[in-house]
């Protein structure tokens, strides 16, 4: 044995958190539930037992990891299909077979293109120890985030401590999302109210999940970012975790990435840009500077008289210490690039970029009636 212990009482609490979590996920399944709860003490001591041992090989194993799937996440229909003129449906697969039969009145040789996510189905045993990793160490590298990171943050108690006992590991999502979204709004109007200049600008991520490499997290660069202390216990789940998300990520055909639909990749994903949280709060001081998850909605007066995009960036490239640049010659992308991410690509590309250069009345009236109304992305399963 490995001189580590790990009781039952904190696998069925973690088990508490991973099925509501699990339950709520869009790729839930009620009956592996059933089964697991079958024989839930038998399962959570056989659990036990693995963490306990000495052999680590167990979190490769097929059995554990699962398996991955494909969902579909949109439809392209040919150029002239009557569903480019606005008609929009909710089920992919009913906008998968209107597009098929619109095909099929025509000559049938037009292609539909469908792009398609690559979610993750793991196994319950694999539900639990994320639950457990973020009991107990993801709470610890989530508590250093600031108040500028919204998104997908653990619930906590009033005193600041994970809630083992409140059901679900996370927040509800909308609230944050429109507290990110709102406060953003409401320093521009603030701002343009004081006859000021200023800039907004919102980014995302390309691919967010799909081009993380979780082993940042047991890189030394990153940990010491933090004054991160973890036990015997505590490192060993989190290398178990870490190891085990990396392996799952190389049975898929992209060999790379985070599992989408695992809650605990959330919790990585949030720790991989804490650089850049930083970076905004401290060299830009911004009026506002919020991120969820992967999108940030930055705010700052306009005293350098930016003219263009280009403007913009080159001014936070100055003030990054090498953590922003251009991708490439191409100036069509902007790389995150901290050393903890040399194996991980994260870009922002222009076309997801949006810059608004707003003063005066009609600074105004943009805030009021456009900037609301814009398309703000679900976060419940960010890619």
Not at 77 to 102: Q, R, V, Y
Not at 174 to 191: C, E, H, V, Y
Not at 312 to 320: G, K, Q
Not at 324 to 338: E, Q, T, Y
Request: aromatic share 10%.
């Amino acid at each position: 044995m490995s001189g580590v212990s790990f009781s039952i009482h904190d696998l069925g609490i973690a088990y508490r958190k991973a099925k509501v979590d699990f339950y709520y996920s869009s790729l839930s399944s009620l009956l592996s539930i059933a089964d697991y709860e079958e024989k839930l003490l038998d399962n959570l001591r056989s659990l036990q037992t693995r963490l306990e041992s000495d052999d680590e090989s167990w979190v490769r194993e097929d059995d554990f990891l699962g398996d991955w799937t494909l969902v579909p996440k949109s439809i392209d229909p040919p150029e002239n299909d009557p569903s480019k003129g606005g008609l929009i449906f909710s089920s992919p697969a009913e906008a998968w077979e209107h597009a098929c039969a619109s095909l099929g009145e025509r000559d049938g040789k037009e292609k539909i293109e469908a792009e398609f996510r690559l979610m993750a189905k793991v196994s319950l045993d694999f539900h639990v120890l994320s639950a457990l990793w973020m009991l107990k160490v993801g709470c610890q590298y989530d508590r250093n985030l600031t108040a500028s990171s919204y998104g997908n943050r653990l619930r906590r108690g009033e005193d600041g401590e994970i809630n083992p006992l409140s059901l679900g590991s996370f927040k509800p999502y909308l609230k944050p999302f429109r507290d990110w979204r709102d406060n953003g709004i409401q320093s521009m109007r603030t701002a343009l109210e004081d006859n000021k200049k200023i800039v907004a600008v919102t980014a995302d991520v390309s691919s967010f999940y799909h081009e993380l490499n979780p082993g940042f997290m047991l890189k030394d660069e990153f940990n010491r970012l933090f004054d991160l202390e973890l036990t015997d216990e505590e490192a060993k789940l989190h290398r178990l975790f870490i190891t085990a998300i990396q392996a799952w990520a190389d049975k898929t055909p992209l060999r790379k990435g985070l599992p989408v639909g695992l809650p605990a990749s959330a919790v990585v994903a949030n720790m991989a840009l804490i650089e850049l949280d930083r970076l905004m709060e401290k060299q830009v001081a911004p009026l506002y500077y919020g991120r969820y998850v992967d999108d940030f909605l930055l705010v700052m007066e306009n005293g350098a008289g930016f003219e263009s995009t280009e403007d913009l960036w080159e001014w936070l490239f100055a003030r990054s210490n090498g953590l922003l640049d251009w991708k490439d010659k191409k100036h069509d992308a902007v790389k995150f690039k901290p050393a903890y991410l040399n194996d991980s690509q994260v870009l922002f590309e222009n076309d997801k970029n949006k810059v608004f250069l707003l003063s005066g009345e009609q600074g105004k009236r943009l805030v009021e009636s456009a900037l609301p109304q814009m398309e703000w992305v679900d976060y419940r399963n960010p890619l």
